[in-house]
C-alpha cells in the first residue's frame, strides 16, 4: 500500500500564496488518484482538489477553482497544490489522500495533515 506525507503549510497574509507538497510511496497502483481535504476546527472535512495520475486532469472544489492549482512530479511521485490568492477562509489542515483510481478516499491512504493559517 502506498502512503502519502504533505508538507508546505504556515502562516501566511491574505492574498499571499503558499505551494503544499504530498509525496507518496510504498507499491504503486496501476492506476491512482491523489486529493487534498481540508478541515478547520469544528468543521466537517472537505475536498479541495484531486488529480488522476494516469492522465494528470484535476479537479477542483468551487471554493479554490482559479486560485489552486495542481501538478506532478513523475519522477518523485509528488504532487504539489499551489495555493495562490489565499483567503482567511482557506485556514484549515490539509491533508493529502491517494487512493485507487474510482474508488472511495477512505479506503485509501492519508497523511497526518499541515497546517495552513491565513492571517486579515
Known amino acids: 500500500q502506498m502512503q502519502v506525507a504533505e508538507s508546505g503549510g504556515g502562516l501566511v497574509q491574505a492574498g499571499d500564496s503558499l505551494r503544499l507538497s504530498c509525496a507518496a510511496s510504498g507499491r504503486a497502483f496501476t492506476t491512482y488518484m491523489m486529493g487534498w481535504f481540508r478541515q478547520a476546527p469544528g468543521k466537517d472535512r472537505e475536498f479541495v482538489a484531486s488529480?488522476?495520475?494516469?492522465?494528470?486532469?484535476?479537479y477542483y472544489a468551487d471554493s479554490v477553482k482559479d486560485r489552486f492549482t495542481l501538478s506532478k512530479n513523475n519522477a518523485k511521485n509528488t504532487v504539489y497544490l499551489q495555493m495562490n490568492n489565499l483567503k482567511p477562509e482557506d485556514t484549515a489542515v490539509y491533508y493529502c489522500?491517494?487512493?485507487?483510481?474510482?474508488?472511495?478516499?477512505?479506503?485509501?491512504?492519508w497523511g497526518q495533515g499541515t497546517q495552513v493559517t491565513v492571517s486579515s
Open positions: 488529480l488522476r495520475w494516469v492522465n494528470g486532469v484535476a
Open positions: 489522500a491517494i487512493a485507487r483510481d474510482g474508488s472511495s478516499w477512505t479506503a485509501g491512504s
